[in-house]
Structure formats: structure tokens, C-alpha cells
């Protein structure tokens, strides 16, 4: 089985430790996605700048 990757620190496996979820402004609570640390206004737009439709290609 495939181990994922931290996503705060590339050098290190997932081990679970849960602090990727996080609130960036109030450490004592998890993200519940509210977007208050993104200053979303009245709309937002993701730009995508690919789409993979086959995983091989996506870890080429």
C-alpha cells in the first residue's frame, strides 16, 4: 500500500497527526471549512490549470 505524503511537510510521511486540520485562526479548534482565513468576498474563482483523467499520468 502506497503511504500518502504529509501535506505540511513534503520530507514526511502521513503518521495521522491531524494538525493539517487545523484552524489557522484558533488553534484550539478544527477546520470546519468557514473560508474566514481566505477574506472570501462575494465570490471567489479556483483557476485549474489541468485535469487529469488517467492517475498514471498524474504521478508522470
Known amino acids: 500500500m502506497e503511504r500518502m505524503m ?3 511537510d513534503d520530507e514526511k510521511e502521513c503518521d495521522g497527526c ?3 486540520e ?3 485562526l484558533d488553534p ?3 477546520c470546519d471549512n468557514c473560508g474566514k482565513c481566505l477574506d472570501v ?3 471567489a474563482s479556483i483557476r485549474i ?3 487529469y483523467t488517467d492517475p498514471k499520468e498524474y504521478h508522470e
Do not use: P, R
Request: hydrophobic fraction near 40%; include cysteine.
Open 6 to 8: 504529509c501535506v505540511l
Open 18 to 20: 491531524l494538525e493539517c
Open 22 to 24: 487545523i484552524c489557522d
Open 28 to 30: 484550539s479548534k478544527v
Open 41 to 43: 468576498k462575494e465570490f
Open 49 to 51: 490549470d489541468k485535469l
